[in-house]
Nanobody, 117 residues
């Protein structure tokens, strides 16, 4: 079965940085596009960033472009999200998911990111 385990969420001040990690198992990771999605309090799920299976193409929602960087290590079955210049509106539960952008399928349990002073 597909397993996705996120980690790295924390409470951080505005302007700070965090690096999220996702450990994947139960499927052929190197053949799977991956996406980070988030859900802010009281809002729906939105895709934040995506990366193709080989890692050569990356995509970002306008709200995070220039601040977040997605990467992957296919040897470690892991995908990462480096988040810089965090804003209060980035507060959300962050999930990694299989698939590309809004066409994601399975997702993990999530990790909480809170941006607050």
């Amino acid at each position: 079965a597909v397993q996705l385990v996120e980690s790295g969420g924390d409470l951080v001040q505005p302007g700070g940085s965090l690096r999220l990690s996702c450990a994947a198992s139960g499927f052929i990771f190197s053949l799977s596009h991956m996406t980070w999605v988030r859900q802010a309090p009281g809002k729906g799920l939105e895709w934040v960033s995506a990366i193709n299976s080989g890692g050569s193409n990356t995509y970002y929602a306008d709200s995070v472009k220039g601040r977040f960087t997605i990467s992957r290590d296919n040897a470690k079955n892991a995908v990462y999200l480096q988040m810089n210049s965090l804003k209060t509106e980035d507060t959300a539960v962050y999930y990694c998911a299989t698939g590309m952008k809004s066409a994601y399928t399975a997702r993990g349990q999530g990790t909480q990111v809170t941006v607050s002073s």
